[in-house]
């Protein structure tokens, strides 16, 4: 597997060049969901423009060292109104300081190239500088994870990371199942 580089670039927004590799990249990470979680997990490219040059939403970059191209990308904000399905009225009754303080930091997503996956250091670099500031300042970091996710241990994943950063604690805020009822074919005889 190719060596890859801790140093994750930070900016507010992407410039025209960045957001197409990094669609390119968010599309080919979260493809796969769609078929396997009931909400829909993948932003349309037009969804993925807007947060892109949203400033209040940060966006994190990790390149391969060896060729420079994007191989992770996340997103992750403060300003819990730049999430249109997030109910900040749940995050401030919950933490009422933190939210006045602006110290929930909302994770939109964390997005790997397939091959860099694993071992490489990448989702672990996106998720210590997602981190970096709530460690910091005694803050909160929320994520939304499907349950295929959650199935292959993903939210245990990165309580295993941010051990590493300091004493955390991991808690489920929430949780929602989606149900259907399925009526057979009529008989007809």
Same mark, same amino acid.
Request: net charge negative.
């Given at each position: 597997?190719p060596?890859?580089?801790t140093?994750? +670039?930070t900016?507010?927004?992407? %410039? @025209?060049?960045?957001?197409? &590799? !990094?669609?390119?990249l968010? *599309?080919s990470?979260?493809?796969?969901?769609e078929?396997?979680?009931?909400? +829909?997990?993948?932003?349309?490219? %037009? @969804?993925?423009?807007?947060? &892109? !040059?949203d400033?209040?939403? *940060?966006?994190?970059?990790?390149?391969?060292?060896?060729?420079?191209?994007?191989?992770?990308?996340?997103?992750?904000?403060?300003?819990?109104?730049?999430m249109?399905?997030?109910?900040?009225?749940?995050?401030?009754?919950?933490w009422?300081?933190?939210h006045?303080h602006?110290?929930?930091?909302?994770?939109?997503?964390?997005?790997?190239?397939?091959?860099?996956?694993g071992?490489?250091?990448a989702?672990?670099?996106?998720?210590?500088?997602?981190c970096?500031?709530?460690?910091a300042?005694?803050?909160?970091?929320a994520?939304?994870v499907?349950?295929?996710?959650?199935?292959?241990?993903l939210?245990r994943?990165?309580?295993?990371?941010?051990?590493?950063?300091?004493?955390?604690r991991?808690?489920r805020?929430?949780?929602?199942?989606?149900?259907?009822?399925?009526?057979?074919v009529?008989?007809?005889?």
């Amino acid at each position: 597997m190719p060596a890859l580089t801790t140093d994750v +670039r930070t900016t507010d927004a992407l %410039g @025209e060049e960045d957001t197409a &590799a !990094a669609w390119e990249l968010y *599309r080919s990470a979260f493809s796969r969901l769609e078929v396997l979680a009931a909400q +829909r997990h993948l932003m349309t490219e %037009g @969804e993925f423009g807007q947060v &892109a !040059a949203d400033a209040r939403v *940060r966006k994190l970059l990790a390149h391969c060292p060896d060729s420079g191209r994007l191989c992770g990308i996340a997103s992750v904000t403060t300003d819990l109104a730049a999430m249109p399905l997030v109910s900040e009225p749940y995050f401030a009754r919950r933490w009422p300081e933190e939210h006045a303080h602006r110290r929930i930091h909302y994770v939109g997503f964390v997005g790997v190239e397939r091959r860099y996956r694993g071992s490489s250091g990448a989702f672990a670099a996106l998720v210590a500088e997602i981190c970096r500031p709530a460690v910091a300042e005694g803050g909160v970091v929320a994520v939304d994870v499907c349950r295929h996710n959650e199935d292959l241990g993903l939210p245990r994943a990165i309580g295993t990371l941010l051990a590493e950063l300091g004493s955390t604690r991991a808690l489920r805020l929430d949780e929602q199942v989606y149900w259907a009822h399925e009526f057979p074919v009529p008989h007809r005889g």
